[in-house]
Nanobody, 125 residues
């Protein structure tokens, strides 16, 4: 089992920045990739960004390219999502997820085996 704990959410003004953290514990050696998704009430969870654990290859949704940066600290088993130039449309609950599959599409929820509880990000206009 893998446990994921998100932190770093909060309230920020439009144009501001936040850094989310996703700390993994448990059988972390089985993780191949970590992703971030976000969800607003009544809507489906949407892919934001992902990173492969070994090579550090990154993937981004078009809506966040150039504004968000995903990174990892292997020694700390932690993945970060640096968010900048935030706008009210970025308001959502943000979830990190870990996947162990050898064949996967990082933007699909089904690729992930473990999920965190989420952290709320609210961007005021």
């Amino acid at each position: 089992q893998v446990q994921l704990a998100e932190s770093g959410g909060g309230l920020v003004q439009a144009g501001g920045a936040l850094r989310l953290s996703c700390a993994a514990s448990g059988r972390t050696f089985s993780n191949r990739y970590i992703g971030w998704f976000r969800q607003t009430p009544g809507k489906e969870r949407k892919f934001v960004a992902a990173i492969t654990w070994s090579s550090g290859r990154t993937y981004y949704a078009d809506l966040v390219k150039g504004r968000f940066t995903i990174s990892r600290d292997n020694a700390k088993n932690t993945v970060y999502l640096q968010m900048s130039k935030l706008n009210p449309e970025d308001t959502a609950a943000y979830y990190c997820a870990a996947g162990t599959r050898s064949v996967y599409v990082v933007s699909e929820e089904g690729a992930y085996n473990y999920w965190g509880q989420g952290t709320q990000v609210t961007v005021s206009s």
